[in-house]
């Protein structure tokens, strides 16, 4: 009698959606074999067969149309049956996804009070998933069909970094589940906001009539004497920055 029809299954379906024949093994199960039996298998739709030794046999990187993966098997007798084959696609990719990269965060590098719910950003391979770990925290995302992806920090996950310097790192993963190496990011935060009171008390002009000009007052002199007493004490780092409005106009050189 004809033997029947091998079995062919993918021995690891790797990728995130799980059944979609995208995986990082090769490896193909193949079933049913008749005691004696000889086998062999097709990766180009039966145009040519290798011989198969085992319960399995390996493909090479590349993806596969439905159909193009064959097996058969020859009985003690010489006989050979019928064949069988892949259903669905599939695709091999052991190649991990390049290193993905984060963009400066908060435009500098150190994230202030203000800055805490702003979004960080990267490139990594098109349509991959990304994992960036934020202190204990591990945040996923997915990059776009260019590349790009952006994650919102939670309130209160900043802040709970702690302050100084940190760092965040980035992963990918493509749809084989191919990890890419991390990438990195040194950061610094903080957060804390002075508590130091600088007003101005005094702007003094020096072009006619001159003086010190009263709160609310006008002058022709644009480039006035501004001074002040600070009330508490500056820490670290901190200066004393004049403003006109939104625009910060400089520092002052404290005595």
């Known amino acids: 009698a004809v033997p029947s029809a091998p079995t062919l299954t993918l021995a690891t379906d790797s ?56 097996v058969k098997q020859t009985d003690v007798a010489g006989n050979t049956g019928t064949t069988s084959s892949n259903p669905a696609a599939i695709t091999v990719d052991a ?3 390049l290193t ?6 908060a435009g500098d590098d150190v ?6 719910a702003g979004a960080i950003a990267g ?27 952006s994650y919102i920090p939670v309130a209160g996950e900043i802040v709970g970094l702690g302050q100084g310097p940190e760092t965040l790192s980035v992963t990918a993963t493509d749809a084989a589940g191919n990890v890419s190496m991390a990438g990195t990011r040194n950061i610094s935060v903080d957060t804390v906001q002075p508590t130091a009171i600088a007003p101005v008390t005094a702007a003094v ?22 001074s002040g007493t600070i009330t508490g004490t500056l820490g670290s780092g901190e200066v004393v920055a004049v403003f006109d409005g ?10």
């Open 246 to 255: 939104l625009v910060r106009l400089g520092t002052a050189t404290n005595d």
């Open 205 to 226: 002009a020096d072009i006619a009539p001159g003086g010190n000009i009263s709160n609310g007052g006008t002058t022709n002199d644009s480039t006035l004497a501004l």
């Open 123 to 149: 490139t990594a391979e098109a349509n991959s998933t990304v994992a960036l770990t934020i202190g204990v925290n591990t945040r996923t995302v997915t990059a776009d069909g260019s590349g790009n992806w």
């Open 111 to 116: 994230v202030n009070f203000s800055e805490q």
């Open 15 to 70: 990728g995130l959606n799980g059944g979609d024949g995208i995986t990082n093994v090769g490896t193909m199960n193949v079933g049913g074999i008749e005691p004696g039996a000889t086998w062999q298998y097709s990766t180009d739709s039966g145009a040519t067969f290798n011989p198969g030794a085992g319960s399995n046999f390996t493909l090479a990187a590349g993806t596969y149309a439905a159909g193009a993966i064959v």
């Open 95 to 97: 190649t991990a996804p």
């Open 100 to 105: 993905p990269a984060i963009a400066a965060v």
